[in-house]
């Protein structure tokens, strides 16, 4: 140690003259008595402490400060002044100011619990910690963020916490990405002081897709407020008090909303984990692709996890705009359809009626043959529900090159609204529904059609008691409703000013009329949207400042194909069809199709219209290419490839290409980027991602609809949410979903 004292002493000198700054960064500690003693050292100490240079927010966040100054406090977060909103927290106010508090309970998008105390700060002229996610900030307040009461209270806080917590971490499914283990290394103790038994806790059933270990609960109650705030659902509840305290589901019953994989997201520890995903892969093995779904029309953003050619797991990315942080239990746990009953090469069917597999030189040559026997007028097209715009703009380039105009796409009905895009696009948008305090819902069942807008519904209902009207076929709703009939007579009633509703409506400052997309099945679509439109007029839903017509589209493939212009009757062209083109197109009846037709089915997987199809080529699926695709509020964002094509299969507008090539059609571009810029001269709005175009077109310049409102009452649109498309009838959770809910 003396050899270690006199080299620092000598090194004293030289520092100082060759480097300042480290010199300066040194604690030099000296031997002279006098320095020891507090006069000296109150001597040498400066008055004031320069503070840390001020930090960014956490995560990167902007706050907008009100107009009104009197609606703007400052307080002081570790010395820093900060300007903040009135009716902030002091966690809050800490987070602008860019210091991160720890906490288990508290979530931004659920109501305040204030039982976990880890968020514990010291403020000024307080007698203990407060919490700060629960107490307001006020004009002035001092918040100290860093001292040593503050450390001390989270540590113990911490002890307590882990006081009962078992040691599963080697085989815990939350390793690797766990609030508590984080937080105990970041805040707790190195050693805890209790010795007795810890307590134990029965697991409960919640269904096939959330697992539970209780033991590892730490009473946080996010999973509590997430079921009865987000999902709108009573399921959960805590139970017993003490030690004997626990999370369940009152009585033995499955949890029953369609977003209740969100709770595996939202859990702090390793309570609530992903049952189909359990013990596959831990977190850092995996490779993250954000990317978006397209198991309906929302188009929720979403975060591919894989390893090597296999998706292992699908998870929610934050937009505000779209999904806020949700995401439907139908798009997080349908990944497993996409490797089963894939079609890996090109196959044509032989004479004994069984497939053979063949390399795509034979199968396009076949293709290409029949296509030049038949006539222009014979040749049909048909998009499925997962296609994106680029292999639509080319089926549809290719089939009119060879002489014919019938290009749609399924779900679109016989003779779909595209003139004009304000006839097919959730106008008001998806957030913009939350300004809304009267909601008609027209033939639709957001819950099971889209739940993540059905989780905005439900969540302005919760915040601003807004009043909801439901026209169609009875159904399952988790907001307070009124069930005004089953058919378009209540609708005409409603038109005439002759319901009760009338007067909600008329009331209502921003009124909102959602109408299904199942409407565009029914033969007299035209006169049912011609009476809501009537309605919109007449209770103010649509004005200069306020667009409130909209209509919820089922599938991910339909704006785009309604923008690109595949509006053919789909019974007159199937029924004249002797080409038949499938394009991932499943659910498309094909009972009228001649027996003599030829039929070729390009997709992912072996679904329905495999058994009629004459050749197949396979195509890749919507994780493993780049696509456009248009949400139901007229979106345009893009897919990105996370894993590898299964197979020989190909993306879906090189195929078409090629065959172009072959048939003696060729189509004027070899990449994506090529057409790209074909798509911009047809509808340049899907070539501006991650923007949301609305329609600048008013209605009033539609022509009126002669045809008369049948009294056929409205239908369900989705039988089975589970299962609704080549994906998720593949999927063995989505079945394992689907047995649950017809079980329950």
Known sequence: ????????????????????????????????????????????????????????????????????????????VDGHAVRIPKGFSVLQACEVAGVDIPRFCYHSRLSIAGNCRMCLVEVEKSPKPVASCAMPALPGMKIKTDTPIAKKAREG???????????????????????????????????????????SVVDKNLGPLVKTVMTRCIQCTRCVRFASEVAGVQDLGMLGRGSGEEIGTYVEKLMTSELSGNV?????????????????????????????????????????????????????RINEDINEEWISDKTRFCYDGLKRQRLNDPMIRGSDGRFKAVTWRDAIAVVAEVLNQVKPAEITGVAGKLSDAESMMALKDFVNKMGSDKVLCEGNGPNP????????????????????DVFLLVGTQPRVEAAIVNARIQKTVRATQAKVGYIGAPADFNYDHQHLGTGPETLVEIAEGRHPFCSVLKSAKNPVIIAGAGLFEREDQGAVFSTIETVAKKFNVTRPDWNGLNVLLLHAAQAAALDLGLVANPTESVKSAKFLYLMGADDVNLDNLPEDAFVVYQGHHGDKAVYRANVILPSSAFSEKEGTYENTEGCTQWTIPAVPTVGDAR??????????EVAGAPLPYDSVAGVRDRISMVAPNLVRVDEREPSTISAEVKPPVKQQVSSAPFKTAVENFYMTDSITRASKIMAQCSAALLKN
Request: charged letters at 25%.
């Open 1 to 76: 140690m003396a050899f270690l004292a006199r080299a620092l002493r000598h090194s004293k000198p030289y520092l100082s003259s060759r480097n300042p700054a480290v010199a300066a960064s040194c604690r030099w500690i000296s031997q002279t008595p006098s320095a020891g003693s507090p006069e000296a050292g109150a001597a040498v100490a400066p008055a004031d402490p320069e503070l840390p240079p001020p930090r960014e927010p956490v995560g990167g966040a902007r706050v907008e400060l009100p107009s009104n100054p009197e609606d703007v406090l400052e307080v002081f």
């Open 157 to 199: 806080v911490m002890e307590f916490l882990l006081m009962n917590h078992p040691l599963d971490c080697p085989i815990c499914d939350q390793g690797g990405e766990c609030d508590l283990q984080d937080q105990s290394m970041a805040f707790g103790s190195d050693r805890g002081r209790f010795t007795d038994m810890k307590r």
């Open 264 to 316: 595996i997201d939202i859990c702090p520890v390793g309570a609530l984990t992903s049952k189909p995903f359990a013990f596959k892969a831990r977190n850092w093995e995996l490779k993250g692709t954000e990317t978006i779904d397209v198991t309906d029309a929302v188009g929720s953003n979403i975060r591919v996890d894989s390893r090597g050619p296999e998706v292992m797991r699908i998870v929610p």
């Open 417 to 436: 609204p595209a003139d004009l895009r304000s006839n097919y696009l959730m106008n008001t948008s998806i957030a913009g529904l939350e300004k809304a």
């Open 651 to 660: 993306d879906d507008w090189k195929i078409i290409r090629a065959l172009s």
